[in-house]
């Protein structure tokens, strides 16, 4: 079975998507979404003194567009993640959740692809 899905090139002017805001254990996130058939792309801002409200096990592709944050593995590893770095990471191979002293720029995509196999 072809589970793949063909999407037409476009262009996603990040000016006209619309910011919805997120709670955090504390601070908030700013997400703005492009979902696709089998694939969501975001521009996500957390506030300074940001962290998750929940572990998260969704495989997906972050890239830190500005700023600093850490990625918090459930197994206590922490990782820091800085300006033009980014981390994969498959649907449940890790539960993980974000957090930042000072704010950050993330470009996140995942999607259908990222299924654990």
């Known amino acids: 079975?072809?589970?793949s899905i063909n999407i037409p090139f476009?262009?996603?002017n990040w000016d006209l998507v619309p910011k919805t805001e997120h709670v955090g254990e504390t601070g908030v996130a700013l997400w703005?979404?492009?979902q696709l058939p089998g694939l969501r792309i975001r521009i996500i801002?957390?506030?300074s003194g940001y962290l998750a409200d929940?572990?998260?096990?969704k495989g997906h592709i972050v890239h830190c567009l500005e700023g600093?944050?850490?990625s918090e593995l459930q197994t206590g590893e922490e990782i820091t993640l800085t300006k033009g770095m980014t981390y994969v990471v498959s649907d449940d191979l890790s539960?993980?959740?974000s957090s930042t002293q000072n704010g950050v720029k993330l470009l996140i995509i995942d999607g259908?692809?990222?299924e654990l196999k």
């Open 1 to 3: 079975m072809n589970n």
């Open 10 to 12: 476009q262009t996603i």
């Open 32 to 34: 703005q979404t492009l």
């Open 45 to 47: 801002e957390y506030s």
């Open 54 to 57: 929940h572990w998260c096990k």
């Open 68 to 70: 600093e944050f850490v």
């Open 95 to 97: 539960s993980h959740r």
């Open 112 to 114: 259908n692809f990222l």
